[in-house]
């Protein structure tokens, strides 16, 4: 099983800073990883697709880097609506598994 | 406009069976594998299950395989998941999403409240 390990477990941020969110896999998963924005009583959406690819709709403050082990999610900077929690997932290999997330919270 | 709308939840009691459907419309069903994922009180995202579009493979997590059956009806384009010796471990909401290991999950439903409790 692919363990993805994600850090911080919680950032403390203001509106309009900059967010970096790590996720690290125990073995490679080229670029099969995804990144998840969730809040609470809402459905997950997706964000980024193959490491680095935004999903539709999503706007350019987000970003995705990395490949093989280490990743990166940027948010360039912080708008009110993108405190949550974030998780990555990654596809290459069954089961497939989640990070144990990132909570973004206001300063 | 695509939707998924989890139904079915509620309260059982340890050791007692629930199924969980997931009606799905605005995306060829048939031609997308369907996932349940999910999330325990105050834990993380947790993958439960995939089939694929032909319901020919089905995948589980080690913690439900066993008493867990994922199925579909691509004619009704609804998901399901029969859930059997319920442990209070498994409560937790419950996610339908599109997308399997082919593919990401990118479109979720809101998901429905499983309580396993006496």
């Known amino acids: 099983e692919i363990v993805l390990t994600q850090s911080p477990a919680t950032l403390s941020l203001s509106p309009g800073e900059r967010a970096t969110l790590s996720c690290r896999a125990s073995q490679s998963v080229t670029s099969y990883l995804a990144w998840f924005q969730h809040k609470p009583g809402q459905a997950p959406r997706l964000l980024i697709y193959d490491a680095s690819n935004r999903a539709t709709g999503i706007p350019a403050r987000f970003s995705g880097s990395g490949s093989g082990t280490d990743f990166t999610l940027t948010i360039s900077s912080l708008e009110p609506e993108d405190f949550a929690v974030y998780y990555c997932?990654?596809?290459?290999?069954?089961?497939?598994?989640f990070g144990g997330g990132t909570k973004v919270e206001i300063k | 406009e695509v939707q998924v709308l989890e139904s079915g939840g509620g309260l059982v009691q340890p050791g007692g069976s629930l199924r969980l459907s997931c009606a799905a419309s605005g995306f060829t069903f048939s031609s997308s594998a369907m996932t349940w994922v999910r999330q325990a009180p105050g834990k993380g995202l947790e993958w439960v299950s995939s089939i694929s579009a032909s319901a020919t493979t089905t995948y589980y997590a080690d913690s439900v395989k066993g008493r867990f059956t994922i199925s579909r009806d691509n004619s009704k384009n609804t998901l399901y998941l029969q859930m059997n010796s319920l442990r209070a471990e498994d409560t937790a909401v419950y996610y339908c999403a599109k997308g399997g290991r082919g593919d990401y999950f990118n479109y979720w439903g809101q998901g429905t409240l499983v309580t396993v409790s006496s």
């Open positions: 997932q990654q596809r290459t290999s069954w089961p497939l598994t």
